[in-house]
């Protein structure tokens, strides 16, 4: 029985081997893509879903996050492994987009996150968390967050793109991010102002469209 289970442990590494060569060599021209990392930190949207329609001018945010400790006292602190806080970046896609500037920011290194409206990463805007950020100097770029939610209010009708990532004690960001879009549809008790006519750009609809 001992040496079955010598000769099947040779065999696994020969094989092991043998697949570490070809990955080296690039597969057939292909490149091999790495297998997730397993108890690696990540965060997740719970609301809002991506491509949904909010009634209101509100918004409450809420995500999920794995294997990352927040850590409200450490909050500025040194960073330490596996733990730190949120930053909540809330950005308005314009009205009416150049296509010239909508294709740099699809085919950016980056891809569309180069396509940045209005923040409202503001105390009107995020509340506590925007008072947070201007301590900290980050109003109007992210608002800091040491509990998995945010809330929004007194934001316009039209698309919106919020990026989630986690970030050190230091505000350093992580790697680990979330990305969802979502609607605040027009109020339709008053009267809705003329449509602008965009003049051979791309409006805010279909550009929402694009960076989905």
């Known amino acids: 029985m001992k040496l079955w289970i010598g000769i099947l442990a040779v065999a696994?590494?020969?094989?092991?081997?043998?697949?570490?060569?070809?990955?080296?060599?690039?597969?057939?021209?292909?490149?091999?893509?790495?297998?997730?990392?397993?108890?690696?930190?990540?965060?997740?949207?719970?609301?809002?879903?991506?491509?949904?329609?909010?009634?209101s001018k509100a918004v409450v945010v809420k995500v999920d996050v794995a294997n990352f400790q927040l850590a409200p006292r450490h909050f500025g602190a040194a960073p330490q492994l596996g733990e730190g806080h949120i930053r909540f970046a809330l950005n308005r896609v314009p009205n009416c987009v150049e296509r010239a500037k909508l294709e740099r920011g699809r085919n950016s290194p980056t891809s569309n996150g180069r396509l940045i409206g209005r923040s409202y990463d503001f105390p009107k805007y995020s509340g506590p968390n925007g008072l947070l950020a201007l301590r900290s100097g980050t109003a109007g770029i992210y608002s800091p967050a040491t509990e998995p939610r945010i809330f929004y209010q007194h934001l316009q009708s039209g698309f919106y793109r919020l990026v989630i990532t986690l970030a050190s004690n230091n505000g350093a960001a992580t790697p680990f991010h979330a990305v969802t879009n979502f609607e605040i549809v027009r109020d339709p008790r008053p009267p809705a102002p003329p449509a602008k006519d965009c003049k051979g750009k791309v409006s805010s609809a279909e550009a929402a469209e694009a960076i989905r």
Not at 15 to 34: I, T
């Open 12 to 55: 696994a590494l020969a094989v092991g081997a043998l697949v570490a060569v070809l990955s080296s060599e690039g597969g057939k021209g292909e490149q091999a893509v790495p297998d997730p990392v397993p108890g690696a930190p990540s965060v997740s949207v719970i609301t809002p879903r991506n491509g949904s329609v909010q009634p």
